[in-house]
C-alpha cells in the first residue's frame, strides 16, 4: 500500500506553483528587456565585474545579474562566461532568477565563488518549459540562505540540471535542500563537492522531492564527495523523495560524516532516516543502484546510519561495489533496507559489499530489515551477495536484525556474515556462507581509486571465496576477478573476493636476460637491458639500479612493460692504478605491491690515456731568463688526476701533480745558461692514475745574457801621487768567467780576470800627478767593460778627482856660509813633490835687488845657483817654488855679506843656470871677483 501525503509540507502540494510565485518580481520585464526577447539565436555574455546591484545592460560593467536578467529575456539557451582574471566572490544582494535554458561556465572553484552573504539564496532556477537545459559549472555558491523556504543555494524546479566541478558549502534552508532543492527534474553531477550545508527538513546537502507527471529522467550523482551536511528530518547528505522516473545512480562518490539529527516533523512522520544518504516512494520502474562508492562516519537518530531505503521501491534496488563502515543510527547502523512493493522480482540486492564498523544504539548494527515506521508493510526481501557484513556493533541482531513482522525472505550466498545468531535466511548456495570468522580486513584507507575502502589482508577467508557476476572491477576500479594463486576457491566461488575490494595477492616480477654493454672506454655509457616477466598484467614497475660506481637510479615502467633499456656513463675506470675495471651492476624491480627480484650482470671499464695539445714554451730567452710551459690536458676519464713528467733539456728535470678535472697546465723553468745548440729541447710526459700515457714536446731558445755592471764607484777625491779604488757589482746569469777592462783615464789601462760567480770587484791605481797641468785638481774619467766567455759585454763609466800637492823647499843653504862680496857664492837646496810629473820655476830674490828664475824639470829633487853680491852687509833671499800645478812652496835665507877688494868687482854676465846630473844646477861664472865677506845666516 501506498503511503498517505501527511508528512509532506505544504509548499510541496503544488511545486511548480510554489517556483512560479518565488520568480514572480523578477518576470517583469523592461521596455529594454521586451525587445530582447525578441532575439531567438543562443549568445554569449561575459561577466567582468563582482558587484551585484539591480540589472541594467552588459556593457562596460556586465555583472552576473546583468548577464542572466538578459538571458531570461532569451528564449534561446545563452551562455554565461567570465573575463580572464576575474577572482573573488559576488556577494548579491538577492537572489537571482533563471528563466530560460542557460549554461554558467564559470573559470574554476578555487577562482570565483557566488555567494548569499548569509542572507539570500543564490538561484532560483524555474523556466517555462519542464526540462529546460541549465548547467553550471567551475564555481562555488556559498552561504546561501532559504528562509522559510528550500534550496540554500540553488532551489530548481523540473529542469534537466547539470551540475559540474562545483563547490556548494555553508548554506542553509529552513526548508529541503540546505545546498540544492529540487522540485522534480534531472540531476545529472559531476566532480562536486557538497559540504557543511544544512537543512531545517530533509536533505542537508541536497534535497529532492518529486512529483509524478514531472521532467524527470533521473539522478546521477558521479566522482562527488558529500560531507558534512546535517538534516533535521531524513537524509542528513541526500535525501531523494518520490522519484517517478529513474534511474537513480550514484557512483564512485563518497557520502561522508553527514547527520540527520531528528527533532522535526515532515516525511516519515517525523523521524530522522538515513544519515548519508535517504531515498523513498521510488516509483514506477525506477531502480537504484548505489555502486562503487563509500558511506562512512554518517549519523541518523532514526535508521539507516549510512544508507535508508525507506518504502514503496517498484524494481530493482541494489548496493554493488560499496563500503559502508563507521556509521551510527539508532538502528540499522550501516543500511536499512525498510520495505518493497510486492510485485514479482521486485528485492533489495547488496552485493559485493563490505559493512563493517557500523553501530546501532538500539539493534542491527549492520543491515536492518524492515521499517521503523508504524504504517510500514514489512515486505522486506532482501538478497546479499558475496559481501561481508561483520564487526558491526548493536545491543541486539550486531551485523543483520529486524525491525517488526517481516515477511519477506533474506537470501544470502557467497558471503561472510559474523553474527548470524537468530537471523533467519536461506543458504544459496548451501554451505556458500561463512559465519563466526574475522574478515582480517585493513583500516579504511587510500587503497587506490577515488574512494577509501577496506582491503583484505593476507589471510583473510574473503579471499577466493565470492561471485564477481557481472562485475569486472572492483570499488577501486582495479581488476575483477583476480584469482589468488595458492589458495582454493571456495565452492562455487569464481575467485574472486568477497566484499568491495578485490584482494591484490602479488605476484613477483622476474628479471631476465639481463646484460650490459661491454667492454666500454672510461667517459662512454654502458647500455643494460633485460626482460621483465610478471603475471599481474596491471602492475608498474620500479627498476633500481645500483651502477658499481657509487651511484643508483631509479627507473619506472607503466603496466604492461616487457623490457627495458637504460645507459649509465662511467666516468672513469676507478679504482686508480688499473688499465681496466669491472663494475658489478646490481638491479632490483619492485612492482609496488611487494613483489620484487633482483639481478646482477657486469662491465668492463677501459682506461683511455690522456691527450697533450697546444703546448709551448714562451721565448726566446736569454740566459738566467724564465720559460713558461703550457698545454691542455684532455681525458674522457673525467676522475682521472695526472702526473706531467719534464725534462727541461738542460739537465734538469720536474714532475707535477694535478687533480681530477685539471685541462690546462702552466709550468715555469728558468734557464741559467745559455742553450748550447740555441735552443733547449723539452720532453714532456703526461700520465694518468690508471697507467695511460701521452708524450709531449716543446723547444725554446735560450741565447747568453751579458752581464751586468752596476753600482760603479771610486774613492771619489784622492791626492796625486794617490791610490783610487775602484769598486763594482757583477751579474752574470749565464754563470761564465768573466774579464774586466778599465781604463783609468791617465793614459792607463788594466785587464782583470774573474772566475764565474763572481759578483763584485775591487781594484786600486795610482794616479802619478792630477795633469793636465795648470790646474789644481783634475777628474779623471775611468771606462769600465765587462766581458763574459760567451761574448756578452757591459760598460759603465765613473771618475776620481786627483788634487794637486803642493811641493816642498828645505835644506836651502848658501855656500860659503859668509860669502864675500865680488866672490860667487852657492845658494842650494832641496825640493819633493809626491807629483812625480810636475816641473817647477824657483823664483829667487837675493836681497840685493836681483832675482833670478831657474826652471827645474819634473823629477827634480835639489837646485845649485851661484850668484855675486857686489856689496857687503846683511842679505835675506826669499825663494818661492811653485810646480806646473799651481802649487807653491816658499823659504828664505839670511847671511852677511863680507866686504871684500876695494876696487870694484868686474861686472858679472848674465848666468844660465843648467841643471846637472841628480839635479844639481851647476852655474858658470866668465868673471869672478871675490871679495871676502863675512857671512851670517840669520
Not at 539508532?330 to 510485485?343: L, M, P, T, V
Not at 724564465?626 to 682521472?640: F, H, K, M, S
Not at 846683511?874 to 876695494?902: K, M, P, Y
Amino acid at each position: 500500500m501506498s503511503k498517505t501525503d501527511s508528512g509532506r509540507d505544504a509548499s510541496a502540494s503544488n511545486p511548480r506553483a510554489r517556483g512560479r510565485a518565488t520568480l514572480a518580481a523578477a518576470a517583469a520585464l523592461t521596455a529594454a528587456d521586451a525587445l530582447l526577447a525578441q532575439h531567438a539565436s543562443a549568445a554569449t555574455f561575459e561577466v567582468n565585474s563582482l558587484a551585484d546591484g539591480p540589472a541594467d545592460a552588459c556593457d562596460a560593467t556586465c555583472t552576473l545579474r546583468d548577464a542572466i536578467t538578459l538571458a531570461n529575456a532569451d528564449a534561446a539557451a545563452d551562455t554565461i562566461e567570465f573575463s580572464a582574471g576575474l577572482t573573488g566572490t559576488i556577494v548579491l544582494a538577492s537572489e537571482i532568477p533563471v528563466q530560460q535554458p542557460l549554461t554558467i561556465a564559470g573559470p574554476g572553484a578555487a577562482q570565483l565563488a557566488l555567494s548569499g552573504g548569509d542572507a539570500n539564496r543564490i538561484l532560483n532556477i524555474d523556466t517555462d518549459t519542464p526540462g529546460d537545459a541549465i548547467g553550471i559549472s567551475g564555481l562555488t555558491l556559498q552561504d546561501g540562505l532559504a528562509t522559510g523556504d528550500n534550496g540554500g543555494a540553488i532551489l530548481s524546479s523540473d529542469v534537466s540540471l547539470t551540475l559540474t566541478d562545483l563547490v556548494l558549502s555553508g548554506s542553509h534552508a529552513d526548508g529541503a535542500g540546505g545546498a540544492l532543492a529540487m522540485n522534480d527534474g534531472t540531476l545529472v553531477m559531476s566532480r562536486c563537492r557538497i559540504e557543511n550545508n544544512s537543512a531545517g527538513y530533509i536533505g542537508g546537502g541536497i534535497g529532492f522531492d518529486g512529483f509524478s507527471g514531472g521532467s524527470s529522467t533521473g539522478i546521477t550523482i558521479s566522482d562527488s564527495i558529500i560531507s558534512g551536511n546535517t538534516s533535521v528530518a531524513s537524509g542528513g547528505g541526500i535525501a531523494l523523495y518520490d522519484v517517478y522516473t529513474g534511474p537513480v545512480r550514484v557512483e564512485r562518490s563518497t557520502i561522508s560524516g553527514n547527520t540527520t539529527t531528528g527533532g522535526g516533523g515532515g516525511k516519515g512522520g517525523g523521524v530522522a532516516d538515513g544519515g548519508g544518504l535517504w531515498i523513498e516512494d521510488a516509483y514506477d520502474a525506477t531502480t537504484v543502484h548505489l555502486v562503487d562508492s563509500t558511506f562512512s562516519g554518517n549519523t541518523a537518530a532514526g535508521a539507516g546510519g549510512g544508507i535508508s531505503f525507506g518504502e514503496n521501491f517498484y524494481a530493482l534496488n541494489e548496493v554493488v561495489n560499496s563500503t559502508i563502515v563507521g556509521n551510527t543510527a539508532e538502528a540499522g547502523g550501516g543500511i536499512n533496507f525498510a520495505d518493497i512493493d510486492s510485485k514479482t522480482g521486485d528485492t533489495f540486492v547488496l552485493r559485493n559489499s563490505t559493512v563493517t564498523g557500523n553501530t546501532a544504539t538500539a539493534t542491527a548494527g549492520g543491515v536492518l530489515r524492515g521499517y521503523s515506521n508504524p504504517y510500514s508493510n514489512t515486505n522486506t526481501e532482501l538478497a546479499i551477495v558475496s559481501s561481508v557484513i561483520a564487526d558491526n556493533t548493536a545491543p541486539t541482531a550486531p551485523d543483520i536484525g529486524t525491525s517488526g513482522e517481516v515477511t519477506g525472505e533474506l537470501t544470502i550466498g557467497h558471503s561472510l556474515v559474523r553474527d548470524l545468531v537468530d537471523v533467519v535466511y536461506t543458504e544459496a548456495p548451501a554451505g556458500s556462507v561463512l559465519t563466526g570468522v574475522d574478515p582480517l580486513l585493513g583500516p579504511l584507507a587510500d587503497n587506490g581509486g577515488p574512494t577509501l575502502t577496506r582491503l583484505p589482508q593476507p589471510g583473510s577467508p574473503l579471499l577466493d571465496a565470492g561471485l564477481a557476476g557481472d562485475l569486472v572491477t572492483d570499488q577501486r576500479g582495479e581488476t575483477r576477478t583476480i584469482d589468488v594463486a595458492g589458495i582454493d576457491n571456495a565452492a562455487g566461488s569464481d575467485g574472486t573476493d568477497i566484499g568491495a575490494v578485490e584482494a591484490f595477492v602479488n605476484s613477483a616480477p622476474v628479471l631476465s636476460d639481463v646484460a650490459a654493454s661491454s667492454p666500454i672506454d672510461e667517459g662512454g655509457s654502458t647500455t643494460l637491458t633485460g626482460t621483465i616477466t610478471d603475471a599481474d598484467s596491471g602492475d608498474g614497475f620500479t627498476l633500481t639500479v645500483d651502477w658499481g660506481d657509487g651511484t643508483s637510479e631509479d627507473f619506472t615502467y607503466p603496466a604492461g612493460t616487457t623490457a627495458f633499456s637504460e645507459t649509465h656513463a662511467y666516468p672513469d675506470d676507478n679504482p686508480t692504478g688499473t688499465p681496466s675495471d669491472v663494475y658489478a651492476i646490481a638491479l632490483s624491480i619492485d612492482d609496488g605491491a611487494g613483489g620484487t627480484d633482483t639481478a646482477d650482470t657486469s662491465t668492463t671499464v677501459q682506461n683511455v690515456a690522456p691527450t697533450l695539445t697546444a703546448v709551448t714554451a714562451s721565448g726566446p730567452l736569454q740566459a738566467g731568463d724564465t720559460t713558461t710551459l703550457a698545454g691542455n690536458i684532455g681525458d674522457v676519464g673525467i676522475e682521472d688526476s695526472f702526473t706531467l713528467s719534464v725534462d727541461w733539456g738542460d739537465g734538469n728535470n720536474s714532475v707535477f701533480n694535478y687533480p681530477a678535472g685539471t685541462t690546462a697546465f702552466s709550468e715555469t723553468h728558468t734557464y741559467a745558461t745559455e742553450a748550447p745548440g740555441g735552443s733547449y729541447d723539452i720532453a714532456l710526459t703526461l700520465q694518468d692514475d690508471d697507467g695511460g700515457s701521452v708524450p709531449g714536446a716543446a723547444s725554446v731558445a735560450v741565447s747568453n745574457a751579458p752581464p751586468l755592471l752596476s753600482s760603479l764607484a771610486t774613492s771619489g777625491t784622492i791626492d796625486e801621487g794617490g791610490v783610487a779604488t775602484l769598486t763594482g757589482e757583477i751579474a752574470d746569469t749565464g754563470g761564465e768567467a768573466l774579464t774586466l777592462t778599465v781604463d783609468w783615464g791617465d793614459g792607463s789601462s788594466d785587464t782583470y780576470d774573474y772566475p764565474a760567480g763572481t759578483t763584485s770587484f775591487s781594484e786600486t791605481h795610482a794616479y802619478a800627478d792630477d795633469n793636465p797641468s795648470g790646474t789644481p785638481s783634475d777628474v779623471y774619467a775611468i771606462e769600465v767593460t765587462l766581458e763574459d766567455d760567451g761574448g756578452g759585454s757591459a760598460s759603465g763609466t765613473t771618475a776620481v778627482t786627483v788634487d794637486n800637492v803642493a811641493p816642498t823647499l828645505s835644506d836651502v843653504a848658501i855656500s860659503p856660509a859668509q860669502p864675500d862680496a865680488g866672490v860667487p857664492a852657492t845658494l842650494s837646496g832641496t825640493i819633493a813633490d809626491v807629483g812625480a810629473q810636475d816641473s817647477f820655476e824657483l823664483v829667487i830674490d837675493w836681497g840685493d835687488g836681483q832675482t833670478s828664475t831657474l826652471p827645474l824639470a819634473a823629477g827634480a829633487t835639489e837646485f845649485s845657483t851661484a850668484h855675486t853680491y857686489a856689496d857687503a852687509g846683511d842679505v835675506l833671499v826669499a825663494l818661492t817654488l811653485e810646480d806646473d800645478d799651481t802649487g807653491t812652496a816658499s823659504d828664505s835665507l839670511t847671511f852677511i855679506v863680507a866686504g871684500g877688494a876695494t876696487t870694484p868687482p868686474p861686472a858679472v854676465p848674465n848666468v844660465i843656470p843648467t841643471l846637472g846630473a841628480g839635479g844639481l844646477v851647476t852655474l858658470v861664472l866668465l868673471l869672478v871677483a871675490v871679495s871676502k865677506v863675512a857671512l851670517r845666516r840669520r
